[in-house]
């Protein structure tokens, strides 16, 4: 079954560093997103990307982040320079349209530290 | 703006016994699209269900069931006969259909299930 992978699984990074978060969204699928869920809390929306562009952004998604897909399979998440805030867990989804479901990847959960 | 209200942080409840999880939404728009997705103790974020807001059919898969209604702008969530496997948090969550074409989720804050032996 196709499915939404992301690595890596947990990552520590000190504060100020810059991290890259990576995804491979299953194959046929059009519509990628970021979200994250800060420890214990509820998962927010982050951004979503269509045909090479950011189709929308929330206000959490500031300079300090950025979304790239660098070849027909990769979907990335960078964060320039981490604050301790930042740590999460961030997911990764895809969908076909943009009226369907999202899958979701496991998670990359990220520690500030 | 959208928000969906999950008011049950956390429920207990013994194996075999039947649980609603309850979901209020809201929004001004007509169009839209309700979720619900599930969290085991892994992690992930596992789809359950999706409904759109012109069908107000209640839904039943297996053990899991799920009652829309409009008028009280809910999308509730029912397991019959719990197993512990059930333990986990259940996100309802709610999308509109977004400027461009994209889906954004907005989520509730989760309901913790668990189902003790």
């Known amino acids: 079954e196709p499915e939404v992978t992301q690595t890596p699984s947990h990552q520590v990074t000190q504060m100020g560093q810059e991290v890259i978060l990576r995804c491979v969204p299953i194959?046929?699928?059009?519509?990628f997103y970021w979200y994250r869920q800060i420890l214990g809390q509820k998962v927010e929306f982050l951004v979503s990307?269509?045909?090479?562009?950011?189709?929308?952004k929330s206000e959490i998604f500031d300079d300090q982040f950025s979304v790239e897909r660098p070849d027909g399979s990769n979907f990335t998440l960078k964060i320039r320079s981490t604050k301790l805030e930042d740590s999460a867990m961030y997911f990764c989804?895809?969908?076909?349209?943009?009226?369907?479901?999202?899958?979701f990847g496991q998670g990359t959960r990220l520690t500030v530290v | 703006a959208q928000k969906v209200t999950q008011a049950q942080t956390e429920i207990s409840v013994v194996e075999k016994e039947d649980v609603t999880l309850d979901c209020v939404y809201e929004?001004?728009?007509?169009?839209?699209?309700l979720f619900w997705y599930k969290q085991p103790p892994s992690g992930e974020l596992v789809f359950l269900i999706r409904?759109?807001?012109?069908?107000?059919q209640n839904e039943i898969s297996g053990r899991y069931s799920w009652n829309f209604q409009k008028s009280t702008s809910s999308f509730n969530f029912t397991i019959t006969a719990s197993q512990v496997v059930d333990s986990a948090v259940y996100f309802c969550?709610?999308?509109?259909?977004?400027?461009?074409?994209?889906?954004?989720?907005?989520f509730g804050k989760g309901t913790k299930l668990t189902v003790n032996p």
């Open positions: 969550a709610l999308t509109l259909v977004g400027q461009g074409g994209s889906e954004k989720l907005v």
């Open positions: 929004t001004r728009d007509t169009t839209y699209y």
């Open positions: 990307f269509y045909n090479n562009e950011i189709s929308e």
């Open positions: 194959s046929n699928h059009l519509y």
């Open positions: 989804a895809s969908s076909e349209f943009w009226n369907t479901e999202a899958f």
């Open positions: 409904r759109n807001s012109f069908d107000e």
